[in-house]
């Protein structure tokens, strides 16, 4: 199973959660949360209200800006939406940023974890180099995960951060896009981008790397030595039947893109899936699976109402109401 590079955390204590000094609106908020992670019920949240003031700005471009490391080329934030998820400041999955606040992941990213001890890193590229870029950090604020995930089978394995800052987006730092609603993508070559291990059970690489892999059609998927019954319609498979090139351990919650057809010419990115799970890495007849995005337009609607979007054409964006 591609899993992050982690382990599940033993049940949090609420003297950890609690430091001393803490309000008490504070206090009862981390013995909520611990509540949360021991029940596995999220409370209910105060709704989210809509964005307002959106500033203009495009999504899922890329960044041509090169440099040269140690003799190797390498494009440094060449995507601009990736998104390091740590846990006790470790890393241990990626992530997608959507809007000025949100990050998509995948949710057996936040599965028994406690949010008060995430964060996500942005612009970020080498993570043994301290200063190679001027990195962004916020804390995550909300967590909501899809309330159809499975721990079992990974269906609905998908989940959105709110960030507890405010993002700038310019040239530098933008989010990718929306997929087209209703596209199966089947046949088109999709791009997984993550700082995942580069062998089964090897290390995470320190920087960021990309692989392309085809798109299969579900009904195919079913055909490999998955089967039918493990693949759902929210899932969407990747990979060469030969294996060679796949996601892996680490790449969990980053995504899987696609160029949009239509705006090929001006490199836009969409978000078809998330990487989610498969057995081993690479491994013939068995793909890469993802979440497969475009089946939870309207969930992701309904929990990043209070972003902004950046659009694919150069008009104004707007709050996704709109």
Known sequence: IQDPVHEIPEEEDDSVLVSAGDSPDRKDNAF????????????????????????????????????????????????????????NNQFYCGGTLITDRHVMTAAHCVHGFSRARMSVTLLDHDQSMMNETETITAKVERIFKHPGYSSLNYDNDIAVLRLDTVLQMNDKLRPVCQPSSGESFTG????????????????????????????????????????????????????????MKDSCQGDSGGPLHVMDKEMESENIHQIAGVVSWGEGCARPNYPGVYTRVNRYEEWIRNNTIDGCYCKQDKTSSVSVEN
């Open 32 to 87: 909520l949360e611990w509540l949360e992670l021991l029940t596995g019920v999220q409370r209910p949240s105060p709704p989210l209200k809509p964005a307002e003031n959106c500033t203009e700005c495009q999504c899922g471009r890329t960044n041509t800006v090169k440099r040269i490391v140690g003799g190797m080329e390498t494009r440094v934030n060449q995507y601009p939406w990736m998104t390091i998820l740590k846990y």
């Open 188 to 243: 088109y070559d999709g791009i997984v981008t993550g700082w995942g291990t580069t062998s089964s059970g090897g290390n995470v690489s320190p920087t960021l790397q990309e692989v392309t892999v085809p798109i299969m059609s579900n009904e195919d998927c079913k055909k490999t030595a998955y089967g039918e019954n493990r693949i759902s319609d929210n899932m969407l498979c990747a990979g060469y039947p030969e294996g």
